[in-house]
């Protein structure tokens, strides 16, 4: 499931012009960042945006699936992730509203460093 080179550029052309974002590789995937929140992530091709229990609704009413990968004992799946809908990622204005709520989910769940807390 590692995210192509072609594909992440892709999805970069899209949300460059919304807001500045930055990317890092991890587990063969890619996360994409807005300052320094993961809000997303880019899994095979597919691009997956974090949600919470009142966004989810959305995305599965439009059909998407959360981020899955299999184990020996079967389907794992992480309910933090959905995947986007391509409708969504190609309209603009779409885009942003989306991106922008899985920005705020992503900040309000985020964990704080524990490098940084030692040091206050």
């Known amino acids: ?6 594909y992440t550029e892709y999805v970069l052309e ?18 994409i ?11 095979g091709n597919s691009l997956y945006f974090a949600v919470d229990e009142n966004s989810r609704k959305k995305y599965e009413q439009a059909g998407m699936q959360p981020f899955s990968y ?6 794992i799946q992480v309910r933090k992730y959905f995947e986007l ?18 920005i705020q989910i992503a900040t309000k769940t985020k964990k704080p460093n524990k490098a940084l807390k030692r040091l206050s």
């Open 85 to 102: 809908p391509e409708d969504v990622f190609t309209d603009p204005e779409q885009l942003r509203l989306w991106a922008n709520e899985s």
């Open 70 to 75: 299999m184990v020996k004992k079967g389907r």
């Open 33 to 43: 960042s807005y300052g320094s929140v993961q809000f997303a992530m880019i899994m």
């Open 14 to 31: 899209f949300l460059e012009p919304l807001f500045p974002v930055r990317i890092g590789r991890f587990f063969g995937g890619v996360g």
């Open 1 to 6: 499931m590692t995210a192509s080179a072609e």
